[in-house]
């Protein structure tokens, strides 16, 4: 037909208008929850077991989705290495990948090795265009990602110059996201990467390739070389951009953001911005197979976040297993989640042959052991997340104050740091409910309650309709000396820079403020003042941003629909609270937001794991604000 036709003919023309494939995203009618997404992987076959299409193939469906494969290559392989590689002809190739997009719709594909073979290269350029003119039509195309396998892991190379020229010339156009490592990367702009400023600029010179979004993976350090076909070593000295012993930091870049953000929209995890994700070297050798795994896992995330975007558009949001995070789920989410998923496989791999074992295949992203961070400095090592071997006087503390939830004790330690089962406040607890009110009027009613009753311990003042500067200080200092005298910690939504001079105790920024704040210097002024911070997260990378930041407190909202506040993001429900407090540090309280407009619905959050609430709609719409205020704390138990 017309795919075959355009298969066989060069360059690259097709006329794709009269071609109809099944839609499989929607659920069939009566249908609970909808199929799963079907993710494609186009890569060589590892009969090994550690990578290739076999690891791709584990991490799709570890992530819920179908996986499909077309083969660009045979290897006979196995832990301590390849014996040979068998390219199956062109068209066999071909065949597979009609065969596929001819019934299977791809929500994403994973491209993998090519092999050092022109002709196969050329093929699945070919078939990405042909996917690239299909998705025109739809409302979001199918998300393609690129692990350019061109170096191994010993550091030779893989495909030849040719090879890379095709990939550069007819596959770049048409991926979303290029994965290469460290050495690769390098081998794409012919000169190394020594220091993290030059793998910033390098991932802006391979954006100027033609990819609409770079991650250069960190999981070789800077210091790290590969050897020449000679054995000659090919790189530099040791720098202090160096973090290899603590961390593996990646790389993103994106050349925008879809759709195109305004400068009041813009946050620290915009990948146009350019962001490093960091997680703890894992001390393993057991690594086979991470750079597939990962790419795949970003495909299996893509995938997630577009079926549900799909069923939302069309009518069926709620179903299956749709929540604000993962109808949020963009690029730079999706590299979140794939960095935890690879970070956990490397750490639980085992050995199970002579040489080193493949990563483990686990779960979608599920503990703060392996989350990543997004840190504010590339080369900045904090307290609050250590690194695993390095002399501690290059530590920097630079976490906020820090408080407790009232469910944690805290254990009292001596000066070594043992622990001898004595319990001490040694941090504030944080109320089970914050109330969040808009006046004057509301503080001082909450501060009479919490006269009575002590159990309104947090306030949050969130001013709306006032854009005079000196009203809004005026306002903030009055709240402050009125909460103070009542015993009450006053915190501040957004305006920071009033809080800090009334010498409130807390503020609580969005992603948008917190992005502002940052850029002007504020979050190094609060900790200074000693100010305590709280942060809204709504998605994977928004949580990677606040774990870097390492905050008082992370909230996450919408948990349910509100009336409140247009926040821009779909109800995250239970499930995502489960999610949120398995990924966010024990030690960092968790408080939920949106729709908790009652002491029952408190109960069900607080059995999800919130630590605590902020409450709007059930104080200030109460008929006794006292009773209303008793019922969401003992729910809080």
């Not at 000679?230 to 202090?240: E, I, L, S, W």
């Not at 979050?523 to 870097?548: D, F």
């Amino acid at each position: 037909g017309k795919i075959a036709a355009f298969f066989l003919s060069f360059p690259l023309v097709l006329a794709v208008s009269s071609l109809s494939l099944p839609t499989t995203t929607t659920p069939p009618k009566n249908s609970i929850t909808p199929p799963p997404p079907i993710v494609y992987t186009i890569a060589g076959s590892d009969s090994g077991g550690g990578a290739g299409i076999q690891a791709d193939l584990h991490a799709i469906h570890s992530l819920g989705c179908h996986g499909c494969s077309a083969i660009t290559c045979l290897t006979a392989q196995n832990s301590m290495g390849v014996t040979s590689v068998h390219t199956p002809p062109v068209s066999f190739l071909r065949d597979q990948l009609e065969t596929l997009v001819g019934d299977l719709r791809p929500g994403a594909i994973k491209v993998g090795m090519l092999g050092d073979d022109v002709d196969i290269a050329l093929e699945v350029g070919r078939f990405l265009k042909v996917v690239n003119e299909m998705g025109k039509g739809e409302e979001e195309s199918v998300f393609v990602v690129l692990d350019p396998v061109m170096i191994s892991t010993s550091g030779h190379k893989l495909i030849g110059d040719k090879v890379k020229e095709v990939m550069i010339e007819y596959l770049f156009p048409y991926v979303d996201l290029i994965t290469p490592n460290k050495f690769e990367a390098e081998e794409l702009l012919g000169r190394n990467l020594v220091t993290a400023a030059d793998v910033e600029k390098g991932a802006r010179d391979i954006l100027k390739m033609g990819a609409k979004a770079v991650l250069i993976k960190g999981g070789h350090s800077l210091t790290e070389s590969r050897k020449n076909n000679d054995d000659t070593d090919t790189t530099t000295k040791t720098t202090a951009d160096d973090t290899k012993y603590a961390y593996a930091e990646d790389y993103f870049l994106s050349t925008t953001e879809s759709p195109p953000l305004s400068q009041d929209e813009e946050r620290l995890c915009d990948g146009s911005r350019g962001v490093w994700l960091r997680s703890h070297r894992v001390d393993s050798i057991h690594t086979h197979g991470t750079g597939c795994t990962l790419s795949s896992v970003i495909a299996a995330a893509m995938a997630i976040g577009r079926q549900q975007r799909v069923l939302l558009s069309s009518g069926g949001g709620g179903v299956g297993t749709g929540t604000g995070a993962a109808i949020a789920i963009e690029v730079v989410d999706a590299c979140c989640i794939a960095k935890e998923y690879v970070t956990a496989g490397v750490d639980q791999g085992v050995q199970l042959g002579v040489g080193p074992g493949p990563v483990a295949h686990t779960h979608f992203a599920n503990s703060h052991r392996y989350f990543p961070f997004i840190p504010r400095n590339p080369s900045t090592i904090t307290i609050n997340n250590p690194p695993l071997t390095i002399d501690s006087d290059t530590i920097i503390s630079d976490s906020f104050r820090r408080m407790r939830a009232a469910s944690t004790p805290i254990t009292r330690k001596d000066n070594n740091n043992n622990s001898n089962g004595e319990e001490e406040e040694v941090s504030p607890v944080l109320g089970k409910i914050m109330p969040i009110v808009d006046s004057l009027e509301w503080i001082k009613r909450l501060c009479h309650e919490s006269t009575s009753s002590n159990d309104i311990t947090d306030v949050q003042l969130r001013i709306k309709n006032e854009t005079d500067e000196t009203k809004i200080t005026s306002l903030i200092y009055t709240c402050q000396t009125i909460c103070a005298t009542a015993g009450i910690r006053l915190w501040i939504n957004d305006y920071w820079k009033a809080a800090i001079q009334a010498k409130c105790f807390g503020v609580h920024l969005g992603q948008e403020d917190l992005k502002r704040c940052a850029d002007e210097g504020g979050l190094e002024r609060m900790r200074e003042e000693n100010i305590a911070l709280g942060i809204s997260t709504h998605s994977y990378a928004e949580l990677a941003v606040a774990c870097g930041i390492q905050p008082t407190y992370i909230s996450l909202g919408p948990v349910f629909g509100t009336r409140s506040k247009d926040v821009g993001f779909r109800p995250q429900g239970l499930e995502t609270v489960k999610l949120w407090r398995r990924l966010v540090d024990p030690a960092v309280p968790l408080i939920a937001i949106g729709g908790i407009d009652d002491a029952g619905i408190a109960g069900t959050v607080r059995e999800a794991g919130a630590d605590s609430i902020a409450v709007i709609g059930a104080v200030t719409r109460a008929d006794d604000v006292a009773s209303a205020v008793r019922g969401l704390v003992a729910a809080m138990e």
